[in-house]
Nanobody, 126 residues
Framework: QVQLVESGGGSVQAGGSLTLSCAAV????????VAWFRQSPGKEREGVAA????????FYAPSVKGRFTISQDNAKNTRYLQMNDLKPEDSAMYYC???????????????????WGQGTQVTVSS
């Protein structure tokens, strides 16, 4: 059973930065896709970024490309989402998710992921 624990959310002003962490327990192989999603009240959950642990391939939503960076520390079995130049529209509950296999073609679809963290809130004020 894979367990994911997110941390690092908080409140910042526009233009600020936050780093989210997603610690994984229960798997140690590299054949996993790890993705970050976000959801605001009344909106659908959307894919933000993903990383295929085996090769380090990364994927980003157009709205965050150039501002957000997904990375991993294999020794800690932890993935990160570095968020820079935050905007009020980035405010949401952020979730990490994982499933075995690659990320391509499915990374932005919530239904493609079996394991989810509890979420961490990010609030950006203008």
């Amino acid at each position: 059973q894979v367990q994911l624990v997110e941390s690092g959310g908080g409140s910042v002003q526009a233009g600020g930065s936050l780093t989210l962490s997603c610690a994984a327990v229960g798997y140690t192989t590299s054949n996993y896709c790890v993705a970050w999603f976000r959801q605001s009240p009344g909106k659908e959950r959307e894919g933000v970024a993903a990383l295929y642990a085996g090769l380090g391939n990364t994927f980003y939503a157009p709205s965050v490309k150039g501002r957000f960076t997904i990375s991993q520390d294999n020794a800690k079995n932890t993935r990160y989402l570095q968020m820079n130049d935050l905007k009020p529209e980035d405010s949401a509950m952020y979730y990490c998710a994982t499933n075995s296999g690659g990320c391509a073609l499915r990374w932005s679809r919530p239904g493609a992921f079996a394991s989810w963290g509890q979420g961490t809130q990010v609030t950006v004020s203008s």
